[in-house]
């Protein structure tokens, strides 16, 4: 399985911005598919997964209410939608696929991760 992450950048505070990722591989109607972020000297923290079947999705509590995941299960791609971003929101966002896991919670553990992408840039500064 392979993910690759566009449409970071520079967004002023309270605006708005849409990662997405292109995905490719077998099996990959069988992933869960997720949005992660990293900030320098932190662990990389999960914020919302999409499983492949029904659309369940889940969200941390730094997703809810801002963030909002999205999934083309034919075009093979999925996408997080953020709005109202603050400043702390700067990362490395990163899109992964993950297997099933055991609790569907699970899969915005970065433990449960198979594939990563290479991340790309989000940056809110005015």
């Known amino acids: 399985v392979q993910v690759v992450e566009s449409g970071g950048g520079l967004v002023q505070p309270g605006g708005s911005l849409n990662l997405t990722c292109a995905t490719s591989?077998?099996?990959?109607?069988?992933?869960?598919l997720g949005w992660f972020r990293q900030v320098p000297g932190k662990e990389r923290e999960g914020l919302s997964c999409?499983?492949?079947?029904?659309?369940?999705?889940y969200y941390t509590d730094s997703a809810k209410g801002r963030f909002t995941i999205s999934r083309d299960n034919a075009k093979g791609t999925v996408a997080l939608q953020m709005s109202g971003l603050k400043p702390e929101d700067t990362a490395v966002y990163f899109c992964?696929?993950?297997?099933?896991?055991?609790?569907?919670?699970?899969?915005?553990?970065?433990?449960?991760?198979?594939?990563w992408g290479r991340g790309t840039q989000v940056t809110v500064s005015s």
């Open positions: 999409m499983s492949a079947g029904e659309g369940r999705t």
């Open positions: 992964a696929a993950v297997p099933p896991t055991l609790l569907f919670s699970h899969c915005v553990l970065p433990g449960s991760v198979e594939a």
């Open positions: 591989g077998v099996y990959l109607d069988q992933y869960a």
